[in-house]
């Protein structure tokens, strides 16, 4: 964007004047954010780094490791990225932004197909944050990973996650996922009745209009197949098809 190019502009311009080494730092952070945000990767990758060797500011060497993983992302250098992001947690593990490297490592590791490297941050995530959307969320994730193994123990972990965070969580913004999801599982495995409180959370409870047509066509296909007509037919006309 234009303003980045003209910032860029003017933190070139000024930072020789700046008489304070803090003062200075901060002025180079953010003009190496801006060399980033105006494709100047190279460069930006070289402020950054000099910013981590020659800083005494935590937040600016912690900033500065962050913005520096995210130069190499761009430059489609994952494993460089992550091991940015790594270092910085380990040497500052109480950093102000630790749950968003733990969740950038997660989103990392997982492009690389690397799970359980993923699994270890998402359990930090989980066990570290208050913040009850960003719990919900990363016990969401965690079941995803057990659904996908082979063994009938973690498909059962999986499950379990998703009635704790029915359980714990049903206000947050994952719980309407997980209540469908769960009622697939059960639907697959022919456990329609266990299946069906599940969906009808959607339909009754929950205010996501996705997961409620879902729901709603769930239920209604189930229905359809034991060829009981008129109740698939009561769930299909629930559907509303408006915008």
Known sequence: PQRFTVATNHYKAVIDKIQTKERKDEALLNYGICLLKTNQGIDAIRVFQNLIQGSKNEQIITDSFQFLASCFEKEKNMKESIKLLEESLKK??????????????????????????????????????????????????????DLKSETQTLTESGQQKLKLILQNHPKTLVAPKAAYLLGQILISKNKFDE????LEKNVNEYNDIEMTFLSLIEIGNYYYQTNDFAKANEYYKKINFQD
């Not at 299946?195 to 599940?198: D, E, G, K, V």
């Open 92 to 145: 500052y593990p109480q950093q102000k932004n630790q749950l968003f490297l733990h969740k950038e490592c997660v989103r990392l590791y997982h492009l690389l197909s690397d799970f359980e490297s993923a699994i270890k941050h998402l359990n930090i995530v989980y066990k570290e944050t208050t913040d009850p959307n960003s719990q919900a969320e990363a016990l969401f994730q965690l079941a995803g990973y």
């Open 195 to 198: 299946a069906l409180p599940y």
